[in-house]
């Protein structure tokens, strides 16, 4: 059967986009979530201190005015344009590099590469790039396993290895990730391509974050557009 998307390409192998049909599982707390069995993601997960206070306030003031302006019961659509704004304003402000920023390229940020990339039997994660205080990644959670779950064990993991390092202990992440499901395929090739042209698009040096898809997608077509992978 011919996949109906502007690229006439077969998926990339293991994708799976959103179902209109099937059932989706929903929650909120500062983000709002959607959760469908099978379902691949595009995630963002940052460090506790990658946003300046003056920014972080910022948030909150837009969390309380569209609270007054949208009293429950709050819709879909509601809660997209709610994470639309927030998470624009949350990419600029982290490419900005702000705070200890302890994935600036070296051990640290290759740490979290294969941390990503290692959790295999819970999650296939198939394209990432590392940042200096943030993290994108495409991953989709195997049956059994949910999303939080994983990401949870992967930064614990990472934060108690990026502590022996310093010589300190305590959380360095925050605790909410955004999350979205990616929804066809030209969804997932613009994901591909932000994932692959954000260290450009901060204007990183090369040795300053690290980037990655997996082969077979590439190899299917779905790398990234301006260079080859690392």
Request: charged content about 25%.
């Amino acid at each position: 059967m011919a996949v109906i998307d502007a690229f006439e390409r077969e998926p990339p192998p293991g994708f799976r986009g959103l179902q209109p049909h099937a059932p989706i599982r929903f929650y909120a707390r500062h983000l709002p979530h959607w959760r469908q069995d099978g379902a691949t993601y595009f995630v963002t997960f940052r460090l506790s201190d990658a946003l300046p206070p003056a920014e972080l306030e910022m948030l909150r003031s837009i969390r309380r005015r569209w609270e007054l302006t949208h009293p429950d019961p709050r819709s879909k659509e509601d809660w997209e344009a709610y994470a639309f704004v927030v998470t624009q304003k949350a990419e600029v402000w982290l490419d900005r590099g702000y705070g200890a920023c302890h994935f600036a390229g070296g051990e640290n940020a290759t740490l979290l590469a294969h941390a990503l990339r290692h959790y295999e039997t819970q999650c296939f994660v198939t394209c990432l790039v590392i940042m200096p205080n943030h993290a994108h990644a495409i991953m989709k959670p195997l049956p059994g396993f949910e999303l939080e779950e994983t990401l949870q064990r992967i930064k614990g993991y990472v934060a108690r290895h990026v502590n022996r390092r310093r010589n300190q202990t305590g959380s360095i992440w925050e605790q909410e990730s955004y999350d979205r499901i990616i929804r066809d395929l030209s969804h997932l090739e613009r994901v591909i391509q932000y994932v692959g042209s954000n260290g450009s698009r901060a204007r990183l040096k090369a040795d300053c974050f690290q980037r990655w898809i997996h082969p077979e997608w590439q190899a299917a077509g779905w790398g990234f557009c301006d260079e080859a992978v690392e």
